[in-house]
């Protein structure tokens, strides 16, 4: 019979950290809003859509997130950072994901930002003016 030997504590505490540093960026990847939806938009379309070209959020890339929100500013003082943001911006790749993206926003009590191209100097595409959670549905 072998008798196992003690791991060394310099590799138990390098564990430990990597362990709680990948916890912590899993629970802060998203928020509780952002899986509802997404678990909502999975049971109202059977067209699969990838998260990383169709979901955009703070959490997970700040980055493209402020990049694809910026995109199609026409207005820049709309982006200032007293505005208002989304809590995540949608882009369909199918038809079935608009509809879904609305129902589940009604379910959710969301409010809906649509964001379809064309001229936009006042704004209403991407800032809202209710204090209440907005996401973009970027067409």
């Known amino acids: 019979m072998r008798i196992l030997k003690p ?3 310099s590799s ?3 564990f430990l950290v990597l362990y709680f540093t990948l916890y912590t960026v ?3 990847s998203s ?9 909502c938009l999975h049971r109202y379309t059977n067209v699969r ?3 990383e070209k169709t979901f955009f959020t703070p959490e997970r890339n700040a ?3 402020i990049e694809v929100l910026e995109s199609t500013a026409q207005n820049q003082r ?3 950072k007293s505005m208002p943001k989304p809590e995540f911006i949608f882009k ?26 064309g001229h936009d100097y006042e704004g209403v595409s991407y800032v809202s003016h209710i204090e209440k959670s907005f996401i973009i549905i970027d067409l």
């Open 7 to 9: 791991l060394p504590a």
């Open 12 to 14: 138990c505490i390098s």
């Open 26 to 28: 899993t629970q802060t």
């Open 31 to 39: 928020t509780p809003l952002q899986d509802e939806f997404i678990n």
């Open 49 to 51: 859509f990838p998260l």
């Open 63 to 65: 980055s493209v997130f």
């Open 78 to 80: 709309y982006l200032t």
């Open 92 to 117: 369909p790749v199918h038809e079935s994901h608009v509809q879904a993206s609305i129902i589940c926003s009604k379910k959710l009590g969301i409010q809906i930002l649509v964001r379809s191209g």
